[in-house]
């Protein structure tokens, strides 16, 4: 079964997965889809840090040996009940931003 992947426009945007070792926990507990958790930032050299509350995580970008493609499945009209699933491509992911690093705490002045 060959199942069609459609661009929906003229080009496709480029997005970058972040990786991050361990777990990420809410202080006030539940869900965290949907919120922002820290700013995600670049140095002067070109390195991505990610500030996460009163700690600093240092990463470095990782290009992807394989590309990997983002897909959102189109709705099937009623007249089409048995057609196969037909995909649109929204976005590609070549690079990622890897955490390995434990978090630093950021200390200030007062």
């Not at 006030?28 to 958790?37: A, F, N, Q, T």
């Amino acid at each position: 079964m060959q199942i069609p992947i459609r661009m929906t426009g003229d080009r496709i945007d480029e997005w970058v997965i972040i990786e991050l070792q361990g777990a990420l926990e809410s202080s006030l507990g539940g869900d965290l889809s949907g919120k922002e958790i820290g700013t995600l930032s670049y140095t002067k050299e070109g390195a991505p840090v990610l500030i996460v509350g009163h700690h600093a995580l240092f990463g470095k970008e990782v290009a992807l040996d394989k590309p990997l493609g983002v897909l959102v499945k189109k709705q099937q009209q009623e007249s089409q009940e048995q057609c196969a699933p037909a995909f649109d491509i929204v976005a590609s992911v070549k690079r990622k931003i890897v955490f390995k690093s434990r978090p630093r705490p950021i200390v200030t002045q007062k």
